[in-house]
Structure formats: C-alpha cells, structure tokens
C-alpha cells in the first residue's frame, strides 16, 4: 500500500507540481485548495489526484477536513504544507486585515495542517512533515512585513517541531524557493521580470519542478536522517 500525501495549496503552481511528483514517485496524493473549483476540477481531471476543498486558515476546517481524507484514503504520512497569500503593501500602508489574513494563511495554517496530526504520527512513529518557505522569509522583502514574518515563522517551527519529532520517526524540514516560473511570476510585465532575472545567478527563473523534486527527495526514506533543514533553492540569489 503506497503512503499518502497532503499537499495544501496543491492544484495550482509549485503546489500541483509537488502533487504530481509526489504521485509519479508513488504516493496517493490528495491536493487541499481554498477557493479555485475551476482550477481543482481541471487539475483533477488531468491528473486524477484528488482535490479538498477548506481554509488552512480555518483550525476546526483543517481538523475535520484532515479527518474525512484520512477516512476515506488513509492515514496520511506526508503533510507538505505550501498554501501561501501575498498581501503586499509598504508597512506604513498595510492595514491589521492585510496582516492578518497572511499570517493566518502562511503562519498559523501551518500549525492548523500539522496539529492535527501530529499526534497520530508519533503513534505510528513515522512522519515526514514538508514546511514550503520562501526567500523572502530568509532575506526580507520590500512591502513583505506580513509574508516575510510569515515565513521566517515557518522556519522557526520547522527547526523547534523537527526537535520534538526526532525520536518519533518524524522528520520536519523546509524547502525555500527563490523566484520560480509560476503563473504569477509569468504574469507580471517582462521589465519587472527581467530585473527581478538579473538579481538570480544563474541567469533564469526556477521552474516548479525543481522544488517538487526537493521535496519528493525530503519525503523519501532517503532522507531519513536530515530533519530542521532548509533547502534553499533560488538560483544563488540568496545564501543562507
């Protein structure tokens, strides 16, 4: 019996492409989407992964939705916790709601994903708990306060749960992408796109399934030994 995988934010983006590569390796992926049907019905359709629909903002949504896909597949061994908003505005403009609706979303719906699973991995001591980050939680960013505390939060959970997880058969890690080719990057104007290129390195956008990759290879038995890491992936923009 393959194990299962929960990949929130997972029909769209990096996130459907860490659903697909997850079910090439093996898994029986279930993707968890907030609002898109049009999106989760079209990604079903062409990959035959099962889309849920609730709010990773939402703690009672995410316990009971977690409960239903757990009755109805399996246990789940792996979370990969990727949903994330953006919300930006320069901090003298950002409004308590812009704040909050970010940190709600990208801070505490990873505590809202995982909690409610924590419990049971430790008593089948196996788990593989994949935090998705970003550079910009790393370096900061421009009109980012919320998104940028946000996933500096994701880090600092990261390496305080993998401590508590250790001894359980838990591993807990984070993958920080830099800019990748999604369908949000590709739509802003080329001028932004091309200064924002010049910044990386290696002179290119990553693509999704570079992260994919990384976190297929974090969920692996493979990966047994490396727990409160971050993967920095970002074509040399950022060392951390």
């Known amino acids: 019996m393959s194990r299962v995988a929960l990949v929130t934010g997972g029909s769209r983006?990096?996130?459907a492409a860490?659903?697909?590569?997850l079910q090439q390796a093996g898994y029986t992926v279930v993707a968890n989407y907030a609002g898109n049907d049009e999106a989760a019905q079209k990604f079903t359709e062409e990959t035959g992964i099962k889309t849920v629909k609730w709010s990773v903002a939402d703690y009672e949504a995410c316990a009971a939705g977690i409960a239903k896909v757990e009755e109805e597949v399996g246990p789940i061994d792996v979370l990969v916790n990727n949903a994330g908003i953006t919300r930006d505005a320069p901090f003298h403009k950002m409004t308590p709601e812009q704040w909050h609706q970010v940190i709600d979303t990208n801070l505490s719906g990873v505590f809202n994903m995982t909690h409610p699973l924590w419990t049971r991995m430790r008593e089948r001591k196996f788990g593989r708990i994949i935090n998705i980050s970003s550079i910009n939680g790393q370096k900061?960013?421009?009109a980012q306060a919320n998104y940028s505390a946000a996933k500096a939060g994701d880090l600092g959970f990261t390496k305080a749960l993998a401590q508590e997880g250790a001894r359980a058969g838990i591993t807990v890690n984070a993958v920080c992408p830099g800019y990748i080719a999604t369908e949000m990057v590709m739509a802003v104007p080329e001028k932004v796109r091309d200064a924002i290129i010049s910044q990386i390195p290696v002179g290119r956008l990553?693509?999704?399934?570079?992260?994919?990759?990384?976190?297929?290879?974090?969920?692996?038995?493979?990966?047994?030994f490396i727990t409160?890491?971050?993967?920095?992936?970002?074509?040399?923009?950022?060392f951390a």
Not at 18 to 21: C, F, L
Not at 228 to 238: E, L, V
């Open 13 to 15: 983006g990096i996130g």
């Open 18 to 21: 860490i659903s697909a590569a």
């Open 140 to 142: 900061g960013q421009f």
């Open 206 to 224: 990553g693509e999704p399934g570079e992260i994919a990759r990384a976190v297929v290879f974090l969920a692996s038995d493979d990966a047994a």
């Open 228 to 238: 409160g890491s971050t993967i920095t992936a970002n074509g040399g923009q950022y």
